[in-house]
């Protein structure tokens, strides 16, 4: 069976070469990631081009991600090497200090000393050094080290949701998604989300005129809000790291599965990431807990799961894509496919949603189960948007899905969907829609003559988003 699970990999110094991305593209790569926590706006935009570039030379159809930063509050720059923060000690938070040692951390926070209590605990980095707040004056904050280790660079300083006074998403925010907006990103992901009202704020235009608005689940106030920023979003990520970190690590599995079963619900791709193959920063090999970290994932309905800074900064980014790419499909083969069917009849949420909708889930769950029952071996979708492969998706079928569509960026867009192949759609007149679908994939060698597929559509005078056509075809 061929991989139904997505990949996205994190572009960064290690994985800029031409030739590495293109050897990552080979290894199974449908989503670049370009993370704008770090670097100048004109640096992620050129590696926005560049990658749109290969991908064209390549003949290949990549998704790009846009990450937003958010309101992520950094330390300020430590000397090379670093300094090492012992338990026990004191240190001082001072905002806008310009450097960091092992007395004084310098904050980029201006606000910090309004939203600190005595009592907090901060987390830094990935949160295996933690400092708990003493006191708090005029001009600092003073800390304990309560687990201490070696800080370097500029990590990041993990103050609690409901401290920090900082809106989602950020006035940088918005001014770096209008940048990646006119440049026709096809996706932007949303940091430290609390609220469905952050989504709104993004303000871009619907996808797919608009990018598809992937909410970064991270923070207590978005768990605490999860139904609500899932139908606002058109995508989620389970974002382990400052998750684990304000939820507490023994709440992460937890969680992780439901903030998925919750997605499937709603219909809406989920990616998991964060540490999925830490190890092979450095290693050639991931740990074997790593592995069944993703298989996991897989297993518990992951849309698409995400390499960090395993392909951004590792030894070898190829390396870390195709060992993703082998476990991806060595899970997908063992995957419960007709047991996921059937818990999802249970899961679906069809409350206070509109006839469309309902149309569609009706239509896409129909085509599961004839699809099944007739043992086709592909369903073709053709969609404007992308709603209906989406939904078909969520059914995890156990055969391929071909997603048609005349929209450019909607076929980038479906890079995310979970079994999704997406192609463009041919230039078909009225009557012969589906019968034409049938005969591109034929030709494009998806399927063969004598096979049976199912076909789903909607009607060409139909401009809402619902799916009202089904169709069972033998392939001539």
Known sequence: MARRTKIIATIGPASDDPSILRQMIDAGVDVFRIGLAHGSLSDAVERYRHIRQIAAEEGRVVGILADLPGPKVRLAQFEDGGVALVAGS???????????????????????????????????????????????????AKAEVTYGGLVQGRPGLHIPSDRLGLATPTAEDLYKLDAFVEEGVDMVAVSFVRSAHDIRRVGTEPYPRGPLVVAKIETRSAVENLEGIIEASGAVMVARGDLGIEMGIEELPHLQKRIIRDCIAFGRPVITATQMLE?????????????????????????????SAESAIGASPVNSVATMARICERADAEFDYDGWARRLQALRRLNNVDDDTRLTDAMTGAAWRAATEMGATAVLCISESGFTVRSIARFRPSMPIYGFSPNPRTERQLTLSWGTTPLVAPDLVEG????????????????RSGEFVAVLAGARQNRARATDQLRLVKVP
């Open 279 to 307: 190890s092979m920063i450095t290693a050639a090999t991931p740990t074997r807990a790593e592995v069944s970290d993703v298989a996991n994932a897989i297993f518990d309905g992951s849309s698409a799961v995400m390499l």
């Open 90 to 140: 004191t240190v001082a938070l001072r905002p806008g200090d310009p450097t960091s040692n092992a007395t004084s951390l310098g904050v980029d926070y201006a606000d910090l000393l309004t939203d600190l209590q005595p009592g907090d605990q901060l987390a830094v980095g990935d949160g295996t050094v933690r400092i708990q707040v003493t006191s708090v004056d005029r001009t600092s």
């Open 432 to 447: 012969d829609l589906m019968n034409g679908l049938v005969v591109a994939a034929r030709d494009a060698g998806h399927i």
